[in-house]
């Protein structure tokens, strides 16, 4: 791991469940915790699916050990919403459906 390299900052967002003004169950994103990291945005591919044609984008994220993310949140990066594939000691990988 190389810190000078964590140069980036993004935005861990976790899923809160709440209640709306009607009282129907809602999920929303909440900010958990921004954090620097080395952003390393990989290959991207298109696809055909369920009548029309899909692009993701996949990469690798690199942290320091301690940041708390799991699968079940999602990361913001220059204004991009990216889903989280697998969380390991310091790197996060993570794809974005377009």
Do not use: Q
């Amino acid at each position: 791991m190389n810190p000078g390299r964590m140069n980036r900052r993004i935005t861990l967002l976790k899923m809160v469940e709440g209640l709306d003004d009607y009282g129907a169950p809602i999920k929303t994103e909440e900010s958990f915790k921004t954090i620097w990291a080395e952003v390393l945005i990989g290959k991207g591919r298109e696809y055909f699916a369920a009548k029309k044609n899909n692009a993701e984008l996949s990469g690798i994220i690199k942290t320091r050990k301690r940041h708390g993310a799991d699968s079940t949140m999602k990361v913001l990066y220059n204004g991009k919403h990216f889903e989280i594939i697998a969380v390991f000691e310091e790197e996060i990988h993570i794809k974005e459906v377009v």
